[in-house]
């Protein structure tokens, strides 16, 4: 979101709703990480669409099952 800010108008409680993530936040997981999706007007107006964050398995370290990430395509 940092990165986007100049580019998104985040509503000023948008990292707060981030911080509250629990685990019924949807999400996808790619080859390379796990999206996180946040729906029209979470985080932002209607005209910035649906917001998405990449975090890669590499901040995970050891705390992910390779497996898993082999299914991935």
Same mark, same amino acid.
Do not use: H, R
């Given at each position: 979101?940092k990165e986007n800010k100049n580019d998104i108008p985040?509503?000023?409680? =948008? ?8 685990? %019924?936040? $949807? /999400?996808?997981?790619?080859? !390379? +990480? *796990? ?8 985080? =932002? ?8 964050? %990449?975090? $890669? /398995?590499?901040?995970?370290? !050891? +705390? *992910? ?9």
């Amino acid at each position: 979101m940092k990165e986007n800010k100049n580019d998104i108008p985040y509503f000023d409680d =948008a990292l707060e709703t981030v911080s509250q993530f629990t685990d %019924k936040q $949807p /999400f996808y997981i790619t080859k !390379d +990480g *796990i999206v996180v999706i946040y729906g029209l007007y979470e985080l =932002a107006p209607y005209v910035s669409g649906i917001q998405e964050f %990449k975090i $890669p /398995f590499t901040l995970f370290g !050891d +705390g *992910i099952n390779t497996e898993i990430i082999k299914e991935c395509k």
